[in-house]
Each structure stands twice: as C-alpha cells, then as structure tokens.
C-alpha cells in the first residue's frame, strides 16, 4: 500500500460525458502527479500540482483539468470524453524534493464507450 | 530533452535465469533514474532508485541496477528469476527541472518467466 488513495477504481462512461477522478496523497505530502496509462501512448506526465498550485503541465488535453484542494487531495476532471481516453489514470505524490520518491495509487481504470 | 530508452519491449526467460531488462538515458545533467514494477491490474510500485550516492543500487525482491555514466545506462538485473517477478518493468528519469521532479517514463518491458 504506497499511501496515495484513488476513486473510482473503475469507471465506464458514454462519449461526450464528463467524469471526475479523485486521488488522495500521502500524508504529509504536497506534491500530486497525474498520470495516463494507455497501450498506444505509454504513460504520460499530464499535471502537477504543489500546495494547492500548479507546479508543471505535460501532455494534458484542454479538455482536461485538475485541481489539487486546501486539504491536499486533488481532482482531475475529464469532458467531453472521446473513446481515445480510455485509460488508466494514475495519481501519483511526493515530497517535492530532487531524488526523492515518488508514490502512486493502484489507478483509475475509465472505459469511454 | 530528458527522456529515458528501454530496449526490448518483450523479455523472456527461464525460471532461475538471469534478468537483464536495459535502460538507457538522456539527460543534459546528472539525472536520478528509478525503476518501477507494475504486476497486472496494479499500480506502479518503486524497485529502486539512482540519486548519485553509490553507482549500483540495490532494491527490493532482489533487483539491482548500476549506473553507468559513460554508457549513460541504468540497466536492471536479477540473478535468479522467480514466476512470481512477471511483470512490467518501467526506467524512469527525474529532474529537477526547473520547478518540477516529474518523472518521464519509458516505454516499459514485458518480463515473461517461464517454468
């Protein structure tokens, strides 16, 4: 168990639709990652938030956005979802410190059909 | 850019034989390289990591890795595979940089372990 709790571990959802994803860091963490696991793409960096602010955008569509809370938990929220977005969706956190580990949670599995 | 090279996207081998899953870098800096397992249907878990304080690293399950920067590599290995070591194996690489330590991925390889 890394410690970084995700919901909903499955999701399916018709195009067109919006879904939201929650991740739960670490204790004590301030540092959340996003990322997408596809079989055509690999996993990709898609945002970073620290402490509430954006810290660093990677591959991530404008249909796309997240949001990282007071409390430390973050969203990402995902619209006008086509069927290239099935994915697996992984939050990831951290201590923002060079080196240093970098903690996942089991993922998001979102089927769009 | 920074980015990280994982040659062979399928290994296979025997139970009981070597484990060599190879990772090469690019990086304009002396960068940290980890390793990630992922076995099926689960998240991504840390075998081990480099950040500059001795060359070969060792890490969980057995796995270790040595970095070689003048082959700029961070290959793995295992002496000894277990059924239970199949599972996707994933070189990463970490800044800093600039404000971020995200990590950028390969492209991942498949250990298959035969009986």
């Known amino acids: 168990d890394s410690g970084v709790t995700q919901t909903p571990k499955h999701l399916i959802t018709a195009t067109g639709q919006r879904v939201t994803l929650r991740c739960s860091p670490r204790s004590g963490d301030l540092s959340v990652y996003w990322y997408q696991q596809s079989l055509d793409q690999g996993l990709q960096f898609l945002i970073q938030?620290?402490?509430?602010?954006?810290?660093a955008k990677g591959n991530i569509l404008e249909r796309f956005s997240a949001q990282q809370f007071p409390d430390l938990h973050s969203e990402l929220n995902l619209s006008s979802l086509e069927l290239g977005d099935s994915a697996l969706y992984f939050c990831?956190?951290?201590?923002?410190?060079?080196?240093?580990?970098?903690?996942f949670g089991e993922g998001s599995w979102l089927t769009v059909v | 850019a920074q980015s990280v090279t994982q040659l062979g996207s399928h290994v296979s081998v025997s139970e009981g034989a070597l484990v060599l899953l190879r990772c090469n870098y690019s990086s304009s800096v002396p960068p940290y390289l980890f390793w990630y397992v992922q076995y099926p249907n689960q998240g991504l878990q840390l075998l081990l990591k480099?950040?500059?304080?001795?060359?070969l690293v060792k890490g969980i399950n057995g796995f270790e890795a040595e970095f070689k920067k003048s082959e700029t590599s961070f290959h793995l290995t295992k002496p000894s595979a277990h059924m239970s070591d199949a599972a996707e194996y994933f070189c990463a690489v970490s800044g800093p940089w600039g404000a971020t330590n995200k990590l950028i991925f390969g492209t991942g390889t498949l250990l298959a372990v035969q009986p």
């Open positions: 938030y620290y402490n509430g602010e954006e810290r």
């Open positions: 480099y950040t500059s304080a001795a060359t």
């Open positions: 990831a956190s951290s201590v923002e410190s060079a080196g240093n580990t970098i903690y």
